[in-house]
């Protein structure tokens, strides 16, 4: 069926899109047209839903219901994976900016304090 | 405790191009120990607090130790790599040792860890709890670490016997081409799949672990392999 194959091809183009360039301007962009589109689409289905189920047929789907879903469950991983990626970065990121500050704070020992252990601490 | 203070100047003085770096994440009960320990045969040490909530920062301050406190916690790995960067930065630093801040690792398996890069001019040793006596690694923990090191491939590549064990030895040239990125307790995959591609030469040393009730609580469960997988699977395909 058309739809397995429109499906299949979505994940495939997201994994490969968000994995390699997720984060180029050029992404960014077809995110934004992306969503754009989902707007138009959206306010379209709202005012004529019959036309769903008649998309729905063209690629093999029973009901206009269906293929909606079918789209969110698509839209749900792109979304989810834009996310992970983008907590990646963010983890990145606040990993130089707390060694940084570590190293700048460094807290060289005193030469004068004496080598032995520290009261109360128990030797493992 | 009473220190000896002759013999151990004398220790402590051929060791100064050796840095001890010890990760830290809530271990106030003994990262003082430890670290006095450490201390008593090498005159370096730097302790990475990694965000410790039980004054373990205040503990490492009383020390003669050097340390270094991120802001918030990071992970295991992001913890060496800081150390590292620091200990690389200091005059003279020659050999740098990663060692555990629960008290498992042992002065003397460092000793012998730098006799042994040196005898086979290593730039890297790691420590191997299967080498030497196995009796004191809970049976569990065999089959883990086992599995661990059969199923990696940089691990089988290099013919180590143990992939994740704290205790490894860099020379200047190998901590410096060193760079972790897997903040969590990935890095030790990561770090053996570096040596793998890097050509540097790699031995294992025996080392014996002291697996004390202190420590068996703090250790890796199994499910954390599950993150560690997971981590690593998306290691390579940053864009």
Excluded at chain 2, 17 to 39: H, S
Excluded at chain 2, 80 to 93: I, M, N, S
Aim: hydrophobic share 45%; net charge positive; charged share 20%.
């Amino acid at each position: 069926m058309l739809i397995q194959f429109l499906l299949l091809a979505a994940v495939a183009v997201l994994i490969f899109v968000f994995v390699r360039h997720w984060n180029t301007a050029r992404t960014r962009a077809w995110k934004r047209l992306a969503f754009l589109a989902f707007c138009v689409a959206n306010a379209y289905a709202v005012l004529r839903p019959g036309d769903t189920t008649k998309v729905a047929h063209w690629v093999g789907v029973g009901r206009g219901t269906d293929l909606v879903l079918y789209l969110l469950v698509v839209g749900v991983t792109m979304l989810a994976l834009n996310t992970y990626l983008r907590f990646r970065v963010m983890e990145r990121r606040l990993t130089e900016l707390a060694r940084d500050t570590a190293l700048r704070t460094a807290q060289r020992p005193d030469p004068e304090r004496p080598l032995a252990a520290v009261e109360g601490d128990r030797t493992p | 405790m009473v220190v000896t203070a002759t013999p151990a100047l004398g220790r402590r003085r051929a060791y100064r191009d050796v840095w001890i770096i010890i990760p830290v994440y809530n271990e106030a009960p003994v990262i003082g120990g430890v670290v006095t320990e450490v201390l008593r045969t090498f005159p370096n040490v730097v302790c990475v607090d990694d965000g410790s909530s039980d004054g373990s920062a205040e503990r490492i301050a009383a020390t003669r130790a050097h340390l270094l406190r991120h802001p918030v916690n990071l992970g295991q790995g992001a913890a060496l790599e800081t150390g590292l960067r620091y200990a690389l930065a200091q005059p003279g630093a020659e050999r740098f040792v990663t060692f555990d801040a629960d008290g498992q690792h042992r002065v003397d398996d460092v000793l012998a860890m730098l006799d042994l890069a040196g005898q086979r001019s290593a730039d890297v040793v790691l420590g191997s709890r299967f080498l030497g006596p196995e009796g004191e690694v809970p049976w569990q923990k065999r089959i883990v670490l086992r599995t661990a090191a059969a199923v990696s491939p940089t691990a089988r590549r290099l013919k180590l016997s143990d992939a994740h064990n704290g205790l490894r030895l860099f020379n200047r040239k190998a901590a410096s081409r060193l760079h972790i990125t897997m903040n969590g307790m990935a890095h030790a995959s990561e770090i053996t799949g570096f040596l793998a591609r890097s050509g540097l030469r790699v031995a294992e040393a025996p080392v014996t672990i002291r697996y004390t009730d202190y420590s068996r609580t703090k250790g890796q469960s199994l499910m954390n392999g599950v993150n560690i997988l997971f981590d690593l699977s998306f290691t390579n395909k940053k864009g």
